[in-house]
């Protein structure tokens, strides 16, 4: 099994940050640190862990704000010199105590704050720690956001349609944002073609969540990004629709050209093995036949109801593909679906009900049955 996340905040990684803390500063008291960013560190989850680690930074540091983030800018190592984030593991995540440390103290000197933060989203991200200065001030974080859209470095423009996002996993809430969702607009209008996909993604992200809370100003904005698009902008307006897609909203599959109901009928729907044990997999094999006497455009996912520990369900959805299909035509599909505990998702016991999605519209195909891990699954 992996080891926790948390364990990535060890007494040895509390050891690195004050050798690299003591050699910006000398006068650092690099043990006095060490035990108290140490003390409970074991009983807490990551987050957690990168509190306690800035509160003692906090302790530690020189009182003065500004003589304080001096001495932490000193002792960042060198910036990402590539475009993704990919590949680095929880590596970047060394730096997650220095934005706390900077949302926590840094409120009352505002510019020399988001300076800092541009420092540390090149190494990590400040997608956190900027929403505690956009909620304070969102006019000043703007005028900075606007000019960080141009900037040369990536990860200082992905910061800008990152930390906007209305919904940002982990993040906390900022009901302006909420409140202001075409101010953000006028930020991702200056991403939409960026040259970087970790830039991309971002936008189409932040649309993405848009679309949850204002529908309406997300399909606006794909609609209009839609006409004459390059590959690249195509991509990001549909990885945007995503959700909408798989929510079966009308005006996002037909923005992605599977508007029309398609006319289709459900067959020879398998499941191997029909009987599977947690931690293991199902294959889900169906036929779509043609009902019609015209080429169909087709997208095709699987809805599973996955029952939960109260014995309540939730749907998951899985992309299976995107076919044309013949007048009269039939075609053979199917999705592997995993049963692996995840940190986001543990199966559990009990009946899963599937339906077929064909461009929105849900096909009942039946279900299978989830055991417990080491019950034996039949074939």
């Known amino acids: 099994m992996a080891e926790p996340l948390k364990n990535f905040f060890s007494v040895e990684l509390v050891a690195r940050l004050a050798r690299d803390i003591a050699r910006a500063h000398p006068a650092f008291p690099a043990r006095a640190f060490q035990r108290d960013a140490t003390k409970g560190l074991s009983e807490r989850e990551l987050l957690d862990r990168g509190k306690l680690i800035a509160t003692a930074l906090a302790r530690h540091l020189p009182p003065s704000y500004p003589d304080a983030i001096a001495i932490l800018l000193r002792s960042l190592g060198e910036p990402r010199t590539g475009d993704e984030n990919l590949g680095e593991g929880m590596a970047p995540f060394f730096y ?205 996912d699987l809805a599973v109801q996955f029952v939960k520990a109260r014995g309540t369900t939730a749907t998951k959805v899985f992309k299976v593909n995107r076919i044309e299909l013949e007048p009269r035509a039939r075609a053979q599909l199917g999705a592997k679906v995993s049963l692996a505990v995840h940190t986001t998702r543990k199966p559990n016991p009990g009946a899963h009900t599937v339906e077929v999605l064909v461009n929105g519209v849900s096909l009942p195909a039946g279900s299978f049955m989830v055991v417990a891990a080491g019950a034996r699954a039949k074939r």
């Not at 440390?101 to 409120?107: R, S, Y």
Request: glycine residues 4%; proline residues 6%; aromatic residues 8%.
């Open 96 to 300: 997650l105590p220095h934005t706390i440390f900077v949302a926590e103290h840094g409120l009352d000197n505002f510019d020399l704050s988001l300076r800092a933060q541009v420092e540390l989203t090149k190494r990590f991200t400040a997608e956190f720690s900027i929403r505690h200065f956009i909620a304070k001030d969102p006019e000043r974080c703007w005028t900075a956001f606007a000019r960080w859209a141009r900037d040369t470095n990536p990860h200082v423009r992905r910061l800008v349609s990152e930390g906007t996002r209305i919904r940002l996993p982990w993040g906390m809430r900022v009901p302006w944002l909420d409140r202001n969702p075409h101010r953000i607009v006028e930020l991702l209008e200056l991403l939409a073609d960026d040259p970087a996909p970790v830039v991309r993604r971002s936008v189409a992200n932040n649309l993405n969540d848009l679309g949850k809370l204002h529908p309406a100003v997300c399909f606006e904005v794909c609609e209009r990004w839609l006409v004459d698009a390059p590959a690249e902008r195509r991509a990001l307006v549909e990885h945007a629709l995503r959700h909408a897609i798989k929510r079966g909203e009308a005006k996002a599959l037909a923005l992605v050209g599977y508007g029309t109901s398609a006319k289709v009928a459900l067959e020879a729907v398998e499941f191997s093995p029909p009987v599977v044990a947690i931690g293991g997999s199902v294959a889900i094999t169906f036929a779509l036949r043609s009902n019609s006497s015209r080429r169909q455009s087709l997208l095709v």
